[in-house]
């Protein structure tokens, strides 16, 4: 009997709010966490400007130690211990300082690169034949699963405790990793989620593509612009967040409070065949991850009431609402409704899919339908398949009672999570 | 520089990292960073790098490796002040 998992805890670091409350605003108020840096100007960067979380000292010092400080200069660390203490904490957990592992805890997440800041700091000593100077905390700060390291080590998680890269799919991954080992029994809780490293040396290769905006530098608020006619790439962002996940049983025993349940998903990849590449995606595998996703959580097409879409501004964009259509077989003014996150916080790279995973939940918890900034010109390629007004400009009050998530990365992977309301 | 000198300086460096404060609060000579102080093995060559930056020396790896105890420390300094 596999068992039922449910979401108790949920935290955030986004570049348009810091903290699950803050956040929470900042979805209904459809609020731009898109800067101008004069940083990027300098390096003759296209793009400009970015998402970047804002996180003062005073807030650092209530998550790491003074010692953990000394040194510490990987954004990703930051963002993803801060994301994932605080969705512990929201859970109702304690954090206990001694005694045993909670064996029945764990964590997966996940980044796409971690610690390039420091990692830049120990190459520059390397070089100058400085390799001594360079500390004791240069290795856990670059290696990849540092996050899940730095996080296992301040919560006390004794069962897997490990992180995935998927890049953009990262988190969603992570969510839906999380999900099966619980379904399966091996563990009650994991904390699930995903970070992303800001600034030049993450964003660069991506700027490098030419699949950034260059045009909105003076309008950074108006830059990330997902199912727009005039999108013209993706604003790359940063942050962190962060999903407790339960088994329902312990959460019951608990009294924890339910934001929702995850009923199910699907992880798959296009083999980059077809018109799958390193780059874009397999329509083909696209549509069968949404179909096994809806197959496995057991529900039928009809069922979704939003998408919470990859969309991130591209010419791809109609891709994707054109995939859904296939999958779900709606269409015009029976299509679900239809939002992304990005209009908002641009694209937080391997941080994106569980950012997106707790805006998700946020709006199956309140019942709203965040609105899509920027989106007033829809693209005329998007309104062929679907209805204007299935792609809401403000915020509106809905009823949802079941919401799909996807996420598309690099490497042609996909992943989609099925998240339905939960009623005691 | 004078012995108490250089044993306060000693002190607020290893502050940082020791974890037992018994061991902060009877701090001497005979005080060992493992043991006494229970700062991380890791830890130690961070103490390492900011007794180099705070007394402008350079401690080789064979003198940090005879270095347990807070008076090994003080010696090494005091060796590496005179023959820089």
Known sequence: MK??????????????????????????????????????????????????????????????????????????????????????????????????????SGIIFGTGILGVDKFREAIQLIDQGKTRRLGSTSVVQTMASGISAYLGGILGCGNQVTTNSSAC????????????????????????????????????????????????????????RPMSETASGFVPGSGAGALLLEELDSAIDRGARIYCEVLGGDINSGGQRGE??????????????????????????????????????????????????????????????????????????????????VASVLQIYNQYIFGNLNCEDKHPEILDLINPDKIPNNTIEQKINVLAKASFGFGDVNAVAIFKRYKS | MSEKEIMDRLKSIVKPYAQRQEGLDNFEESTDFINDLEINSANLVDVVLDVEDEFNIEIDNDSMEGMLTVGDAKSIIQNKLKHP
């Not at chain 1, 992303?196 to 040396?201: A, R, T, V």
């Not at chain 1, 397999?282 to 009809?302: G, P």
């Not at chain 1, 010419?315 to 999958?327: G, L």
């Not at chain 1, 299509?335 to 990005?342: A, G, H, Q, R, V």
Request: charge should be negative; charged fraction near 20%; glycine fraction near 10%.
């Open chain 1, 169 to 224: 799919t990262t988190g969603t991954e992570a969510l839906l990793m999380g999900f099966e080992r619980i379904q399966n029994g091996k563990a009650k809780r994991m904390l699930v989620g995903s970070c992303s490293d800001h600034g030049p040396y993450v964003w660069g290769g991506f700027d490098a593509m030419r699949i950034l905006p260059s045009k909105y530098n003076k309008e950074p608020g108006q830059a990330s």
């Open chain 1, 276 to 357: 799958g590449s390193m780059t874009a995606a397999n329509s083909e595998a696209v549509i069968r991850c949404i179909s096994k996703a809806l197959e496995n959580s057991e529900i039928e097409v009809s069922d979704i009431d939003v998408i919470n879409g990859h969309l991130t501004a591209t010419t791809r964009d109609s891709v994707e609402v054109e995939n859904w259509t296939k999958a779900l077989g709606r269409t015009a003014n029976d299509f679900p409704y239809i939002n992304s996150l990005k209009s908002m916080t641009g694209h937080c790279l391997s941080a994106a899919g569980s950012i997106e995973c």
């Open chain 1, 3 to 104: 068992k039922r998992v449910v979401i108790t805890g949920m935290g955030v670091v986004a570049p348009n709010a810091v903290g699950l409350r803050d956040f929470g605003s900042a979805l209904r108020e459809m609020k731009s966490g898109i800067r101008f840096f004069p940083e990027l100007e300098k390096l003759k960067f296209s793009c400009q400007i970015g998402g970047k979380p804002e996180i003062s000292e005073d807030l650092l010092s209530n998550y790491f130690t003074p010692l953990q400080l000394r040194g510490l200069n990987s954004s990703g660390i930051v963002y993803g211990v801060v994301a994932g203490t605080d969705a512990w904490l929201d859970a109702g957990l304690e954090i206990q300082e001694n005694g045993s592992p909670d064996w029945d």
